[in-house]
Each structure stands twice: as structure tokens, then as C-alpha cells.
């Protein structure tokens, strides 16, 4: 029998991207995250718009509790062949297609407060929700975004493809890429889909990948939501 066996497993890790070198700021900004979110340990990715200290920036990392595994390819690639980290190829860049319809909801203007008794009240302008509707199959390398409200797919998503939605995100099809609700931080975002194949689904930062998708949910009509802990909660839905 031999000594030496290669096994192949899927590594569940976080990418951190980074556009500032403000290691301060990085902290401040990253903690609130990593202790809503992810245990300590997680497995992080590293990439950044700008050049930084290498090996300063991962200690901070792991002052956070965080195991870093790598860097992309780019500006930290040559700092990191010096001191023999690992560095893995950038991800492929996804064609943002636009949505076959938009409705806009506009909220309405909320009057802002008296500086003083004699001082006219000024309206604030009218917050806007966004509902994208895409009735076409979204591809492998496409991405559908919606920064301002929810996603109604009535097409299905393929695998490598991936929807990202501040709001909610309706799937009428196979869920079979990734599905991000919740963009931003809103924790009441919610995820309902006809079949769940997908590869990864997040709310607010909370994410759960194909391999620990209950299996009872698997190809079925799924409604994903956050319950009171911050957890998955993965409900099968009736018709």
C-alpha cells in the first residue's frame, strides 16, 4: 500500500478584498463582520486594489482570528513569492447583465427636523426600492446586481453565474450558482427558489455552500431566512 494518497475536498474560505492600506481602518472595519458572520478560524483569501505590507497585513488577520491561506494574483503576489505564500489565480471577472425590467417604489419624503421654530422644515429626498425582473436564464460568467431592493429571476440561474441583492431574491427556476440577499448587512432579506442546486447562498453575510445544504431542502422549493441567532435557516415550501 502506498505511503502517500491525494484526496480532493472542497476548502470552504472567505475572500477579503481590500481597497485601502489604512490597516486601522481595516480593523475597525472588518470586526464587526468576522464576529457577526464567521467563526474564528475561517480560512481567508487575500486581495487588494492597493499595495501594501504583506506580512504586517496578515498578522493582522490573525489578530483577528483568522487563518490567511493566500493572495491573488496582483499587487501582493510579488511580496508574497518572497516569503513563499501561497498565491492562487484572480477570480474571473462576471459580465453584469442588466435586468429585463425595473419597477421603482418611491417612499415618501420624510421632513427633516427643525433646526429652529422660525426655520422651514426641509424634506429629505424620497427613498427608492428597486425590484429587478429577469426572464431570461442567467448564465455561466453573468452576474445580476441590484444595490437598491430585490431580484425576481423567472428564468433560473445556471451554475458559475450569481445574484447579488441588497433586498430579497426570488428564484421561479433552478437556483443552481450563487445567491447573495442581503447585500450590505440587511439581516430581514430573504431567499425563495423553485430548486435548490445552488453553489452558495448568503444573507447578510451569512452563507452556507453546496456541500452543507441540508439535504432534505436539496432540488426543492426552499424559502432561506436568518433566525434570531444570525443562523440559516433552510424551510421547505409546500404547493
Excluded: W
Excluded at 10 to 32: E, F, G, K, W
Aim: net charge negative.
Amino acid at each position: 500500500m502506498a505511503d502517500i494518497r491525494i484526496k480532493g475536498r472542497m476548502v470552504n474560505a472567505i475572500r477579503i478584498s481590500l481597497d485601502t492600506n489604512d490597516h486601522d481602518a481595516i480593523r475597525q472595519q472588518l470586526t464587526p463582520m468576522l464576529q457577526k458572520a464567521f467563526p474564528a478560524g475561517t480560512l481567508a483569501v487575500i486581495e487588494s486594489s492597493v499595495d501594501q505590507e504583506l506580512i504586517e497585513l496578515i498578522q493582522l488577520l490573525i489578530s483577528l482570528d483568522l487563518q490567511p491561506m493566500a493572495v491573488t494574483e496582483g499587487l501582493l503576489a510579488a511580496q508574497a513569492r518572497a516569503i513563499q505564500f501561497p498565491i492562487i489565480p484572480a477570480d474571473r471577472q462576471l459580465q453584469q447583465v442588466k435586468a429585463t425590467k425595473e419597477q421603482v417604489a418611491e417612499a415618501p419624503p420624510v421632513a427633516a427636523e427643525q433646526k429652529s421654530s422660525a426655520a422651514p422644515a426641509a424634506e429629505a429626498p424620497a427613498a427608492q426600492h428597486i425590484t429587478s425582473y429577469h426572464d431570461e436564464v442567467l448564465r455561466t460568467g453573468q452576474c445580476l446586481v441590484q444595490n437598491h431592493g430585490d431580484i425576481i429571476s423567472t428564468a433560473g440561474i445556471n451554475s458559475g453565474s450569481e445574484v447579488i441583492a441588497s433586498g430579497n431574491i426570488h428564484i421561479y427556476g433552478s437556483a443552481r450558482g450563487r445567491v447573495i440577499a442581503g447585500a450590505g448587512g440587511n439581516t430581514a432579506a430573504r431567499i425563495f427558489c423553485h430548486s435548490l442546486e445552488a453553489e452558495l447562498v448568503s444573507i447578510a453575510g451569512t452563507y452556507c455552500v453546496a456541500d452543507d445544504i441540508p439535504q432534505h431542502v436539496a432540488k426543492q422549493p426552499v424559502h432561506i431566512y436568518l433566525n434570531d441567532q444570525q443562523e440559516l435557516v433552510f424551510e421547505a415550501l409546500q404547493f
